[in-house]
């Protein structure tokens, strides 16, 4: 009994705590690049998921799979972690409410999601279906603060169903196969990022398709002609450079007004 009592003061110590515990960043600068959906806006049975495990312990872990501007995404997820294994406090991937967190906005301890690297984090829980607003890498993290992930202890299992705004979900599946994007950043301040691919023998027409995605980058960013106002389809943007390192091509870019 005495036993139980000192881990439930510990316990209760624990969760006090968090009220006094900063995330180690502020996102309120991020803006929102997706529109949460309800859970049956997507039907998954058609669409061959990514499976992914989330570690507890690290912090966004990108999940590899480059969500295009449109995209209707189903996240569904399940298993279980601690941000205090010691204390025997775990949880699925909804977490909960008294625990401490990085992004304030989000249940402690849940799974939670951003759209690229300065994308605004949302929560994924058990699961969530979102229409993206956006390009960029999807990544994954437990809503812990970073700063103290080291103590973490479980895993995640997700599964990620993609499909595009205007294919089919095989036809969609199939282009993603032939277009494998590894990484993806742009910075709205200086208007500038990068883009790269994995290229095998058709390295040209990868690299064409990369050019191609670059102005449909752009022209999701409401870039315009400067002498009109009509907006132009493929974009306005110029290649600052390019390299090839271990199979991966990186296109460097900027959006021009």
Known sequence: MMIGKILFIALSTSVLSACFITPSR???????????LKSDALDIDRIKPVRMTVMSNKIWQS??????????????ANGSW???????????????????????????????ARLGHDGHPFEIGLTQTFRAQDYGMLYFAM????????DNSGQI???????????T????????????????????KTQQGYIAASIDQQAFQIRQRLINKIGEIASSKNIAIKAGSE?????????????????????????LW
Request: hydrophobic share 35%.
């Open 231 to 255: 907006p132009l389809n493929d974009g306005v943007y110029e290649l600052l450079g390019e390299s090839s390192t271990d199979g991966i091509l990186t296109l460097k870019f900027r959006t």
């Open 143 to 150: 809503n812990d603060p970073f700063r103290f992930l080291f």
């Open 82 to 112: 601690s941000p205090a294994p010691g204390l025997m406090a775990w949880s699925g991937p909804e977490g909960n409410a008294l625990w401490s967190a990085e992004v304030t906005s989000i249940t402690g301890g849940a799974l939670m």
């Open 26 to 36: 502020d996102y309120s600068e991020h803006q929102p690049n997706v529109k949460l």
């Open 63 to 76: 999940t590899g799979v480059f969500i295009e501007n449109g995209d209707l995404v189903t996240i569904s």
């Open 169 to 188: 979900p095989d036809s969609h599946n199939n282009q993603r196969t032939s277009l494998q994007i590894v990484s993806y950043s742009y910075d709205e």
């Open 157 to 167: 299992e997700s599964e990620i169903y993609v499909q595009g705004a205007e294919n």
